[in-house]
């Protein structure tokens, strides 16, 4: 909530069913009691570092894909990738 409310630059939309709308509608009630302050927790100084660490794991293995795709397509023509693609597509269709 803090991330979308923080990031906007208008109006934060929130919807939802079931439980996950109820604790979305209790947080969002804490929150206007406190308007216009915005109250969290911050991580603690163990929490930070394995934060920081997933989000370093993430990006470092999105950035090996990513060299690993451009290896991959860079013999490939446009249309050739096009083709690859729609029939990787027709094969997950299928399982």
């Known amino acids: 909530m803090f991330t979308a409310i923080t990031r906007t630059k208008g109006w934060?939309?929130?919807?939802g069913i079931g439980t996950a709308s109820k604790n979305w509608e209790e947080e969002v009630n804490k929150?206007?009691?406190?308007?216009?302050?915005l109250r969290f927790t911050y991580p603690s100084e163990?929490?930070?570092?394995i934060m920081g660490?997933?989000?370093?794991?993430?990006?470092?293995?999105?950035?090996?894909?990513?060299?690993?795709?451009?290896e991959?397509?860079?013999?490939?023509?446009?249309?050739?990738?096009?083709?690859?693609?729609?029939?990787?597509?027709?094969k997950s269709k299928k399982k």
């Open 12 to 15: 934060v939309t929130i919807s």
């Open 31 to 37: 929150a206007k009691k406190n308007f216009p302050n």
């Open 46 to 49: 163990p929490e930070m570092k």
């Open 53 to 70: 660490r997933d989000l370093q794991d993430g990006a470092l293995r999105k950035s090996k894909q990513a060299k690993m795709l451009d």
């Open 72 to 90: 991959l397509l860079s013999d490939m023509s446009p249309e050739e990738i096009k083709l690859f693609l729609e029939q990787r597509q027709l």
